[in-house]
């Protein structure tokens, strides 16, 4: 009997750490005119970003089909636990597809554990990580849920965009709420809340939205994991990462978001996950 620990592309997990760690990924999709690409596999982060810098488009992204997690289901043997770690059921339907595929599996010896992450991108690796660190420690699936369901209510997500049309053209916010944004310049300090996207503060510049996402870590202690997550923004967030080291001893991760997150967003997002 083994554990499958299976999540999707918006985890957008370290570099390799899916292939060391025996991490099964199920991709999303990006939609550009009449072609489809895979996240994380067909185009890179920065082809992606630079396309969307470069010309008018308005992508569309997609959940997984049923297809895509029948096809790793089918491949676990008997008497094997899964447990299936997924972006907000607020935020995509990929839960939806993984939940169906459940339903259509005829081997009833295989367990299959799925959980809506409340979050996305880092906020999702973070749980990911946890897990696989649990099984190598030999945690059962119920202790590793326990222990996920306690990061998940711990777990806090602010960010800026650097462009509301973003969000709105993806159906985050409302069409008013963008046009208020763009007219007053308001730089709205954003965060998942509940596993959906929120307004946390109204500021109205973007050096005052990333300073309040800083001051955000002074309401707590003892923090075990903290990120800086960026879309095409790198330098921004090395300056991000040098002025937040104060806050932590430990190591802090910087994390590009990948390209279905990144289209909702847009280029130049810029935000804190920690726990």
């Known amino acids: ?53 470069r010309e008018k488009i308005f992508p569309l992204t997609s959940q997984p089909s049923s297809g895509d997690f029948l096809n790793i289901y089918e491949n676990l043997q008997n ?94 916010i409302s069409h008013i709420s963008k046009l208020i944004g763009s007219i007053l310049q308001i730089k709205p300090v954003l965060c998942i809340n509940k596993g959906k996207i929120e ?13 309040r996402i800083i001051f955000e870590l002074n309401n707590y202690e003892n923090l075990q994991k903290l990120a800086v997550i960026h879309v095409d923004a790198l330098d921004e967030a090395l300056l991000l990462h040098d002025k937040i080291k104060e806050f932590f001893p430990g190591k802090i991760l910087i994390n590009e978001v990948g390209p279905v997150i990144g289209t909702h967003t847009g280029p130049g997002s810029l935000g804190l996950v920690f726990y």
């Open 79 to 172: 008497n094997d636990d899964a447990l299936v770690l997924l972006i907000s059921s607020q935020l995509s339907g990929t839960i939806q597809s993984a939940q169906l595929a459940s339903d259509m599996m005829d081997n009833k010896d295989i367990r299959i554990e799925i959980i809506d992450s409340l979050s996305t991108t880092t906020g999702l690796a973070f749980q990911v990580i946890k897990a696989c660190e649990l099984k190598k420690a030999g945690k059962n699936i119920d202790e590793i849920k326990a222990e996920i369901g306690k990061i998940r209510d711990q777990l806090k997500i602010f960010f800026v965009v650097d462009d509301l049309e973003y969000l709105s053209r993806g159906g985050r």
């Open 199 to 211: 307004v946390f503060e109204k500021i109205r510049t973007r050096k005052k939205a990333v300073e």
């Open 1 to 53: 009997m083994a554990l499958n620990i299976i999540t999707d592309s918006t985890a957008d997990l370290p570099a390799h750490f899916a292939e060391n760690n025996s991490v099964k990924v199920v991709p999303l999709n990006i939609h550009i005119r009449n072609e489809v690409f895979r996240d994380g596999i067909d185009i890179s982060n920065s082809d992606y970003y630079s396309l969307l810098r």
